[in-house]
């Protein structure tokens, strides 16, 4: 509106985006291999020529968490955020954090594989279960979406014989 930039409110808006997103990295959450909460800004859209001032910007940004509670902490600020700078904010996707907390299920799976559990920072179907003794458990190494993905022959045989042992157990 006369000459206010939105592609300049925008960059105002990442700033303060940047900064609060620099104090949630101080939180951690030694279960993920990530310990904290990532950030990434991921497509900007404004603008219609280069000799008009643009009046509506799109942003697109994505949290991955690491917990609810932080959850909660992020779509307060960003609301807060919108409304100080006279934006709309629209929530495409609220995925909130799993970390299984059944000590039986975790202490079974570390005597199977010899080592601690560790949590992921990727969503999996499990995010989307409304329950929190959810494990997922499949072979590797983690290579999801790189070039040339693959998973190694002993670790697709070791997988099975978890699998294995997971059955005899709960079906016991």
Request: hydrophobic share 35%.
């Amino acid at each position: 509106i006369n000459g206010d930039n939105a592609i300049l409110k925008c960059g105002k808006y990442i700033n303060k985006l940047e900064k609060y997103f620099n104090s949630l990295k101080l939180e951690k959450n030694t279960i993920f291999d990530i310990p904290f909460t990532t950030m990434n800004i991921a497509k900007i859209n404004g603008g219609s020529a280069i000799n008009i001032v643009p009046d509506k910007v799109e942003l697109f940004y994505d949290f991955r968490t690491i917990s609810p509670k932080q959850n909660d902490k992020i779509l307060k600020f960003i609301t807060n955020l919108s409304r100080k700078y006279n934006c709309k904010s629209e929530i495409l996707n609220n995925v909130l954090p799993k970390v299984n907390v059944n000590k039986k299920n975790i202490s079974f799976i570390k005597n199977i594989i010899g080592e601690d559990p560790k949590g992921m920072n990727y969503v999996t179907e499990g995010n989307f279960l409304n329950k929190n003794n959810i494990m997922i458990l499949g072979p590797g190494p983690v290579t999801a979406h790189q070039k040339n993905e693959y998973i190694s022959i002993i670790s697709y045989e070791n997988t099975i014989e978890i699998y294995k042992k997971l059955i005899e157990f709960y079906c016991n």
